[in-house]
C-alpha cells in the first residue's frame, strides 16, 4: 500500500470529478446537428461550426 502525500489525493479526487462531470455532460446534452440545408449552404455550415465546437 502507497503511501499518497494530500496534493497527490486532491488530484486524484478532481481527476476522477471532472471525469465524472464530462461523463454525465455527454448523457445530458445533446449535441447539435446541422440540418441538411446548412450542409449545401456552406456558409451557413461554416457559422455554425462554432456552435458545435462549444459542446
Known amino acids: 500500500m ?4 494530500l496534493a497527490d489525493k486532491k488530484a486524484l479526487i478532481l481527476d476522477n ?4 462531470a464530462r ?3 455527454v448523457r445530458v446534452f445533446d449535441k447539435p446537428e446541422p440540418p441538411i440545408w ?3 449552404v456552406p ?3 461554416v457559422l455554425f461550426a462554432p ?3 462549444t459542446f
Open 23 to 25: 461523463r454525465l455532460a
Open 17 to 20: 470529478e471532472n471525469s465524472m
Open 51 to 53: 456552435k458545435r465546437k
Open 38 to 40: 446548412m450542409i449545401f
Open 43 to 45: 456558409i451557413f455550415f
Open 2 to 5: 502507497t503511501i499518497l502525500s
